[in-house]
């Protein structure tokens, strides 16, 4: 079993950075894939960024290159969301997801893939 937990969420002001967290315990494996993804009221699931646990390299999505980075700390087990140049349009409840398996050496921001999901951290953006 996995247990996610994010913290770091918060209010900030337009133009602002954050940074969540994501602690993981339980039976992680350097094969799977740690996720970022993000949901806004009325909106879908949507991914944010990704790390392959093994090798450390990172996946965005499309709409985030530039100002969002993902790092891990694996003697802490934990992931980490950086996140610059908020606008309101960042407001969502994010989440941090795992599964244990990769697609190839990458891993795909589909959240319907990824099996354990933490309680998610609210970030609000005021203009």
């Known amino acids: 079993q996995v247990q996610l937990v994010e913290s770091g969420g918060g209010s900030v002001q337009a133009g602002g950075s954050l940074t969540l967290a994501c602690a993981a315990s339980?039976?992680?494996?350097?094969?799977?894939?740690m996720g970022w993804f993000r949901q806004a009221p009325g909106k879908e699931r949507r991914g944010v960024a990704s790390?392959?646990?093994?090798?450390?390299?990172?996946f965005l999505g499309d709409s985030d290159q530039g100002r969002i980075a993902i790092s891990q700390d694996n003697a802490k087990n934990t992931v980490y969301l950086r996140m610059n140049s908020l606008s309101p349009e960042d407001t969502a409840m994010y989440y941090c997801a795992y599964r244990a398996w990769n697609n190839g050496g990458y891993c795909l921001l589909r959240p319907d893939e990824y099996n354990y999901w933490g309680q998610g951290t609210q970030v609000t953006v005021s203009s």
């Open positions: 339980g039976y992680i494996l350097k094969t799977g894939c």
């Open positions: 790390i392959y646990i093994g090798s450390g390299n990172t």
